[in-house]
């Protein structure tokens, strides 16, 4: 059976919404971010424009595909968090939402962005997307569920999907504008040559936009309240979030959270949700999550400025003396800053407190490394993995450590258990080509630096990493995945090629200065 454009609920006219149905055009379609937004809408117009007929609604297959071209595209523009511990717990948070989802068409994954700003938005066939800066907000598990359950329920209730049978009704010939104009910003050009070109296009459709978003995020918001409940979350963590994002402070267009604009009503919103509350005693108690301390506090100590991870990690020290993760926290961040023997000591601290946490042997084995105590590593990481076998990035620098010291095979054992877990996982995609490299399987080492390259959007790289394992030999299997990675490969190196000449040929154009400023009123 293949899934057209609407997932009804049952008992539901659609997602819970009891008005019905409503559109919310491609505009904001995704919660995003600047160059993010170019390149989801540049993504979707082109998809649109390639539907047969243009007549019809998005298949589930159709979806999957715009999917692949999203994730491809947003590799390009954004620097996702490859941390196995911060990953794995937004993931864990997430599936245990979708669990109480009726069947869903599509597998749901969750990203990190590197990013300061507070914004999570939902991309094309399940693709969830939340920023550090909004992580490094929360502090609470129910914080994070909150935000997730909404976006899910923008995802269950096939918003994006939606928007772009929405946009067909603009005419073909203001989506090919729109299409011009963004092009030429989510490539990387000027963000006014971009805007020239696509302004008089967009203005067409942009108080629709406005208008029916409305609609859609309180569909979103009435299915996420029942999905969190559901899952055993208060909705309180989503009021709490959403009153932080309304509370800063903001002096011009560009410095308004991001979230806000593309997640419109946030007071209408806060007022409904809070009612909610009220009329709902019964809800589930506050989840305490040791979890949640962890991976935040990872998230403070490895991604964060230095100046705020430390004045963060400092006051959670003062607010509770007793706890052992500021102590793990700041040896991170010591180590981070190549202060190793600082590092060393704080985590031997922690360690004191905490004996034989995997966690902190973990962290330990990972001081060690990084100071180059290899053999103080590997007989450290050897007991985290036999205490937490299935702790990924304990068996990482297990892998890592076993290189160093020369032990290729055990190396090769140890990182493909991680990549059978993590095969996008960029740190052992790399490390396993240069452990198939150290035991001159040349064959085996360009096929794992070319699918590196490719996620890394190095394309030209991926290209000669892949064919040079096409050359050299691989199993049928491998084959057809190689042939069509590199396929991929030059696609893009094309097109990226096409956008770099477009965009050199307009700033080489003389442009008509405009006869009076254009005044923000």
Known sequence: MVWKQRTHLPGSRRCGSPSGPAHRPMIVAAATFGGTL????????????????????????????????????????????DDFVITDYVTRIG?????????????????VVKDHTFNAFAGPGAKI????????????????????????????CRHISDSIERQKKIGMATLAGIAAGLLLGAAGGSAALGNAASVG?????????????????????????????KAGYSPAGLLEMLKKIRSQQWFGPKQIPTYLL??????????????????????????????????????????ESEEIARKALDEARSSDA??????????????????????A?????????????????????????????????????????SLAPDDSEAKFYLGRTQMALGKYREAAETLQIVFRRYPEHLDTLYNLGKTY????????????LGVYYKLKADYRNAVFQLQRALDLGVDPLRQEQIERLLKESKKRIHLLSREAERRQRNLSSPQPLPKQPLLMR
């Open 38 to 81: 170019r390149l989801i809408i540049v993504t979707m117009l082109i998809i649109t424009l390639m539907l047969p007929g243009n007549v019809r609604a998005m298949t589930i297959h159709e979806e999957e595909e715009l999917s692949a071209e999203f994730m491809t595209m947003a590799r390009e523009a954004l620097t996702l968090v």
């Open 95 to 111: 599936e245990k939402i979708v669990r109480v989802v009726p069947t869903q068409p599509f597998a749901y994954r969750f990203f």
């Open 129 to 156: 997307f939340i920023h550090t800066g909004l992580l490094a907000a929360m502090t609470s598990e129910a914080d994070l569920a909150g935000i997730l359950g909404h976006e899910i329920s923008h995802v269950v």
């Open 201 to 229: 296009s967009m203005a067409a459709g942009q108080s629709l936009a406005l208008s029916y978003s409305r609609d859609d995020e309180m569909q979103a918001d009435q299915l996420g309240l029942d999905l969190l409940t």
């Open 262 to 303: 593309t997640h419109p009503a946030v007071d209408d919103r806060i007022a409904y949700i809070g009612s909610w509350i009220e009329t709902h005693p019964k809800l589930p108690a506050p989840v305490v999550s040791t979890d949640f301390t962890i991976a935040h506090t990872r998230l403070m100590a490895l991604y």
């Open 322 to 343: 007793r706890s052992v993760w500021p102590l793990y926290g700041k040896s991170l961040l010591a180590m981070r800053t190549g202060k190793n023997e600082e590092a």
């Open 345 to 385: 000591i704080l985590m031997r601290q922690a360690l004191e407190r905490q004996a034989f946490d995997p966690v902190m042997l973990t962290g330990m084995g990972r001081v060690y490394f990084s100071s180059g105590n290899y053999n103080e590593a590997l007989s450290i990481l050897d007991s985290a993995v």
């Open 437 to 448: 490299g150290a035991l001159e399987k040349e064959a085996d080492a360009a096929y794992y």
